[in-house]
Every structure is written in structure tokens, then in C-alpha cells.
T-cell receptor, first 111, second 115 residues
Framework: EDKVVQSPLSLVVHEGDTVTLNCSYE??????LLWYKQEKKAPTFLFML????IEKKSGRLSSILDKKELFSILNITATQTGDSAVYLC???????????FGTGTRLTIIP | NAGVTQTPKFQVLKTGQSMTLQCAQD?????MYWYRQDPGMGLRLIYY???????DKGEVPNGYNVSRLNKREFSLRLESAAPSQTSVYFC??????????????FGAGTRLSVL
């Protein structure tokens, strides 16, 4: 059975701190790993990673994939209150169009 | 820039009532999906449609039916609602044959309560 596990489940930090969110996976036919940010409503796409060791970066957010150890991390530097959200990790598969989601990490930034 | 549109946004049903959740996308995507999201459970796939005219079961299909009406629209029907179906429902779509085939784009969700 495909499994995506995120840690920690929740995290509370002060504005300006740096955080690292973790995602490990055990899936068949791995194709890609995706990160989403979910505030009040719809998950919004952040990154997709397919190659090991190549960092994707967007402003203060960055992510990297390790296909040998089967995990990814999402880093957020100089956190702001607008970063408060649930961050979802998902894995895409070759051979079908489905994503397998983790349960998410709830990040709370205290001003 | 509508993207994925879901209706209604909120709904309260009594046990045994039926209803249909509507979803439409304007991105010309081939694949569409219905998820439910419950506290501590993440997003779980109910049904998906890889292309117009096809539908397949996901992880939690029991108690639901779907219709892929055309390329744009994918509806989810609860024939006889149960309290266990109280959840937030999300519709999503993706361009499977594109350069980034696994990226799914989500609607704003429908919050459903079954009493």
C-alpha cells in the first residue's frame, strides 16, 4: 500500500524563524513529489520535484528530493504570518493520474 | 481566471437525503478528481476521471457516484447521505499529457454536514 508520511504534524514558531518540513514516502512507480499550501480553502501548488538532489526555490521557500532515501524537505526561511497554513506533500505515480497525499503539517507563525 | 469552480460552497443535509456536488474547470484539462478531507486524514480520493467518458474508483468510493458530463464538468452524487459523509469535498483537475502531468489544481471546496 502506498504511504506518504509527513512530520511534524504541527509546528509553532515565531516570525523570522526558519522551518523545515519533512515528507517520506513508500510508493510504487514513483514519478514526482509535490508540495501544496492549504490556507482556509483550496490547496495551492508550490513545487514539483522529479529529480534527486536538485533544489527548487521560490522566494523564501525551497524544496529538495532524495530519491535514494525516499524523502523530501520543504524549507521556509524568515517566516511570516502569511506562511501559516497546512503544508501537504503528495506523490505522483507513473501509469496512473492519481496523487497520494500525506496528512499534512500545520504550521503556525506567531508574530 | 476561474480555474476549478465548485458549487455549492456549503450544504447541510439530513440523513437519507440526496444531493449532487458540481465541479467545472476551464483549463481544458483531461483528468478530474473528487477528494474528501477529514481532520487528521489528509486528502482521500473518492473517484477520478482520466478522460471524458471514463471514471474510476479511488480510495473511498462507497456511498458515492460520479458523472463526467463532458470535458469541463465532473459531478459527485450522494444518493443517501450518512453522517459519516460529513466532510469537506474538493474537486481537482490536471493536464495528464502536459509537461507537468501530475500537478492537480483544486477548487475552493464544499463543506457538507449530514445530520
Amino acid at each position: 500500500e502506498d504511504k506518504v508520511v509527513q512530520s511534524p504534524l504541527s509546528l509553532v514558531v515565531h516570525e523570522g524563524d526558519t522551518v523545515t518540513l519533512n515528507c517520506s514516502y513508500e510508493v510504487t512507480n514513483f514519478r514526482s513529489l509535490l508540495w501544496y499550501k492549504q490556507e482556509k480553502k483550496a490547496p495551492t501548488f508550490l513545487f514539483m520535484l522529479t529529480s534527486s538532489g536538485i533544489e527548487k526555490k521560490s522566494g523564501r521557500l525551497s524544496s529538495i528530493l532524495d530519491k535514494k532515501e525516499l524523502f523530501s524537505i520543504l524549507n521556509i526561511t524568515a517566516t511570516q504570518t502569511g506562511d501559516s497554513a497546512v503544508y501537504l506533500c503528495a506523490v505522483g505515480h507513473f501509469g496512473n493520474e492519481k496523487l497520494t497525499f500525506g496528512t499534512g503539517t500545520r504550521l503556525t507563525i506567531i508574530p | 481566471n476561474a480555474g476549478v469552480t465548485q458549487t455549492p460552497k456549503f450544504q447541510v443535509l439530513k440523513t437519507g437525503q440526496s444531493m449532487t456536488l458540481q465541479c467545472a474547470q476551464d483549463m481544458n484539462h483531461n483528468s478530474m478528481y473528487w477528494y474528501r478531507q477529514d481532520p487528521g486524514m489528509g486528502l482521500r480520493l473518492i473517484y477520478y476521471s482520466a478522460s471524458e467518458g471514463t471514471t474510476d474508483k479511488g480510495e473511498v468510493p462507497n456511498g458515492y457516484n460520479v458523472s463526467r458530463l463532458n470535458k469541463r464538468e465532473f459531478s459527485l452524487r450522494l444518493e443517501s447521505a450518512a453522517p459519516s459523509q460529513t466532510s469537506v469535498y474538493f474537486c481537482a483537475s490536471s493536464e495528464v499529457r502536459g509537461r507537468w502531468p501530475n500537478i492537480q489544481y483544486f477548487g475552493a471546496g464544499t463543506r457538507l454536514s449530514v445530520l
